[in-house]
């Protein structure tokens, strides 16, 4: 399991506790793997969700850091989506 991986599920439990987020959604992560967030948290995870949102580590990295919004990420064409656009937005305002 990749450091980063591990590093990026704690952070988003931390920004997912408390926060209602009932769908279910995948961080694919370029050479590293994926992440899954639903209503259980974060984990290293490759299940089927709701919407995949794919970029390469560099990016996922700055969405968490809070030092890129996704949406801009989405527009630049710098993270892409897969699946309900609701819940990619839902997500978004909950990592924000």
């Known amino acids: 399991m990749s450091d980063i991986l591990a590093k990026a599920v704690e952070a988003l439990n931390e ?3 408390g926060a209602d987020f009932p769908a279910s959604a995948k961080f694919e992560i370029e050479g590293l793997g994926a992440i899954v967030l639903d209503a259980n948290g974060a984990r290293i ?3 089927e969700t709701d919407v995949t949102l794919s970029a ?8 968490l850091a809070g030092e890129l919004n996704p949406t801009s990420a989405f527009m630049s064409g710098r993270l892409s989506v897969d699946g309900d656009m609701g819940t990619a937005m839902q997500l ?3 990592l924000a």
């Open 45 to 47: 995870s490759d299940d």
């Open 92 to 94: 978004a305002s909950v």
């Open 56 to 63: 390469d580590a560099d990016v996922f990295q700055d969405i």
């Open 15 to 17: 920004k997912l506790d």
